[in-house]
């Protein structure tokens, strides 16, 4: 399944409409589902937020993966950004250098199974998988 | 559909999902808090790294003054959440009751 979004938060509500599609049509376990709304979430929110030179839609997709889902986010006429080189959160950092910054794609990396980036024509795609093990 | 609201004991619910499209709502509601605080997260189903953001702001500002925020009733996917974040060396939290085991 297949679908473009507009560059708003807004539009995260029709994603998990999207979502609870997906999921009811391809039978996906639930329990794998925080993870789905949680990482496309956060790498939307990211390609809205950051690059900003564009006004195109963002292309999500889904499809079964083996016991899980993959799903890939596609952003058209950005820059490059590869999610899988952020500096790490220090999570043990104590509250006074602590800040909000940053822990939606830590969050990310931690919790797909596996994430994958492409750059090609000035489209990034970022792919990840969950629940595939 | 996301709600925040004080309860008739004082302590800040929250229902449904804290997400990016509702953590300005959020900011805005609990900015108002002066005080120690308790939220009951009985009801949150869903927080992402903006709600978490709106947690740990407000927890910041109010421990330089006091106490800062309680994390009530917390369910367990909420909480893995906390504890992949290190939320959990921040915070005061309390885990929801699971209820009785089921046979």
Known sequence: MRRKFSRSFDEIKEMVSFTDEFFKTHDIDNSIRYVVDLCMEELFVNMVTYDKETDADILLEMSPHEHGVQVSLTDFDVDRFDPRGIRPVDINAPLEQRTPGGLGLYLVLKMVDSIHYEYRNRTSKITFVAGGK | ?103
Do not use: W
């Open chain 2, 1 to 103: 559909m996301f709600q925040i609201e004080f309860s008739d004991t004082g302590t800040v619910v929250i229902h449904g999902r804290l997400d990016a499209a509702q953590a300005a709502r959020a900011q805005e509601f609990l900015d108002e808090i002066a005080d120690r605080c308790i939220l009951d997260l009985a009801k949150l189903e869903y927080i992402s790294s903006a709600g978490l953001g709106v947690l740990l702001r407000t927890h910041k500002r109010l421990m330089s003054g006091g106490e800062g925020l309680r994390l009530i009733n917390v369910s367990n996917h909420i909480n893995d959440i906390f504890m992949y974040s290190g939320f959990d060396k921040l915070f005061r939290i309390e885990v929801a009751d699971p209820g009785p085991r089921s046979q």
